[in-house]
């Protein structure tokens, strides 16, 4: 332990670090001066916060910072440590879901104050009221739909926003902070005199609150790694327990996955007929199908590649690494897919051809009408207009992945088939989402045994 001698207004601190070969005490010492006017009780207490940060410092142990707060320590996190371990888009995901239900309260809390009990009251506030989230809206009166539709803004992207976002400005809808601060900041203006700013309150999933779990604790186990906290605190806190995660939303049975395959054969040809073909069949992820390359499809071989994934930042969409290392996958297509996608290139090729120099040839599979990654929102809302009025459930494009999932499940496919097909990271992520179709799948096999028992008991007698 350190020792502290007072010598005039300085402290000389010391710490003893044991005997040399020769049996001669290794002492290191530090003079520490408190800043000047520092009421004596005062200046003992910093000499004592010194003399712990310079015993572990000579003794090769870390620093501890619990004087940080926990927005610097998310600083720290997204400058330091982020970008070696979880790829961009996980990083955006991670500073929403701060940003939205976990800075409002914690940002300037220093971290030694920040206990089990303190976390454990934020997700109880989350469960009641959604926490103390915010979200933004246009102001009524904006001229920015007028501007819109005079064409007084030339495009979304010199904003940095998508077109979806702007156009969901201009709607009134709701935006996430940081578009709405890209479009304000786009005509000089500051957030609030362009947005009106709204507290969440719709309570929060068990869930949800695990997502808040999961980047809270990726945070703190990395400042333990480093050093600046003594330990992790959300392995003490107590979260609501997560709910069993099924497959979310509507999906087709048999039956209507036939009828939807007969819309679309109704369809004339195009980008968005050819996509839903191939995502029910396939099982694709939205952003996986959108990402696709001709170089990822070998028709003569009938194989599908998924290689990646589509990320928007700022507007615009990049190519990244798939969900998880799972997700790159071979995938064996059926003869209807390979039919569909040949007709689809001759086709695409003829648009290219009449289009020019209009089209930009990236050797995207599924593209827009010049050439570019389709809008994941504008790719669903074509979804929505295809079913409008037939008797098929309200479906989103993800629906089809779960459609394509149940189907091979009902068709007594093993669970490792169905995770391998859609690149889960385990069976158990497929058991779990798709329990349902599971139990049901394993009640008509056993009335199917029954029946096969009874007719062979009956043909016996």
Known sequence: MATITKRGTAFRITVSLGYDTEYRQIRKTLTYNPPPGTAPQKARKLAEEQAVLFERRVRGLPSYGENMTFGQLCDWFFASIAPNKIRERTQDSYKQILNYYVLPTFRNIKLKDLTPARIDALYADMQRGGGVGETVTLREGSSLPDMVKNKSVKTAKEMGVS??????????????????????????????????????????????????????????????????????????????????????????????????????????????????????????????????????????????????????????????????????????LPQDVIDILANYKQWQDEQKASLGTA??????????????????????????????????????????????????????????????????????????VYVHSFKAAQAAAAVGLQTLLRKQTAAAV
């Open 359 to 432: 089209w930009e040839d990236n050797g995207i599979v599924f593209c827009n009408t010049k050439g570019k990654y389709l809008d994941g929102q504008a790719f669903n809302k074509k979804l929505k207009q295809l079913i409008a009025g037939t008797t098929l459930p309200d479906i989103h494009v993800h629906s089809l992945r779960h459609s394509c999932a149940s189907l091979l499940i009902n068709n007594r496919e093993t669970a490792a088939t169905v995770s391998a097909q859609l690149g889960h990271s385990s069976i158990d992520t497929t058991n779990r």
């Open 163 to 332: 077109d979806v976002a702007l156009r969901k400005a201009v709607r009134g809808e709701t935006l996430r902070g940081e578009t709405a601060e890209k479009i304000a900041a786009y005509f000089g203006q500051k957030l609030p005199d362009m947005f009106a700013t709204t507290r969440a309150q719709k309570p929060l999933s068990a869930n949800c609150i695990h997502g808040v779990v999961t980047v809270l604790s990726s945070i703190f186990q990395s400042a333990y790694k480093a050093g600046i906290v003594k330990e992790n605190p959300i392995r003490r806190t107590t979260p609501p327990p997560r709910q069993g995660k099924a497959a979310e939303g509507a999906f087709l049975d048999e039956e209507q996955a036939r009828e939807f395959l007969q819309i679309l054969d109704n369809e004339s040809q195009s980008t968005y007929k050819a996509a839903f073909f191939v995502l029910l069949y396939v099982g694709l992820r939205s952003g996986e199908l959108r990402a696709l390359h001709w170089e990822d499809i070998d028709l003569d071989d009938g194989i599908l590649y998924v290689r990646h994934g589509l990320y928007e930042k700022n507007g615009q969409y990049e190519r990244t690494a798939p969900k998880t290392s799972s997700s790159v996958r071979a995938l064996k």
